[in-house]
């Protein structure tokens, strides 16, 4: 799929705010485009894991410096940022696909996973798949043991 691909008229997430964590300009771009082609109009962006606000969804990078994005996803599902609700839909970007790190991801209720290379209909998919999935939260403890990879 080419990347400027027109957006899926299914996608609209013009009612959902987002927090697109990632330490590379690029990729935050990159999901900011996607977003914005989805009708997103409330789109928060952060080089690292120390902006927690009250976001709709994350969209966060798997792989930075000093935490990556298992130790944020972990730290909303633990309930351990109290600005920001444990059942926050959550979408980890990645360029590796290590099945370690994908059972641990999927241990902590990550909401989806898009990896690259990747095109912005896929992202858009993921996004979208993440803000309608419903589960059912654990206690804090059970993501607090979860070991990350």
Known sequence: MSLVSQVPTASDFSKITFLVVDDKAFYRDMAHTALTRGKAKNI??????????QIGCIIC??????????NL???????????MPANT????????AD??????????????VAIAPLSFDK????????????WTL????????VQLV
Do not use: C, Q
């Open 138 to 145: 654990k206690s804090p403890e059970h993501y607090t043991s």
């Open 89 to 96: 839909p959550f979408v980890i970007l990645t360029g590796r």
């Open 73 to 83: 996803l972990r730290m909303v599902r633990s309930r351990s940022l109290s600005t």
């Open 123 to 134: 992202l858009i998919k993921t996004i979208s798949n993440a803000v309608t999935r419903t």
């Open 44 to 53: 928060e962006h952060a080089s690292d894991v120390d902006k927690a606000i």
């Open 99 to 112: 099945s370690a790190a994908i059972k641990a991801a999927m241990s902590l209720d990550v909401s989806g």
């Open 61 to 70: 990078d798997w792989d930075m410096a000093p935490a990556g994005g298992l």
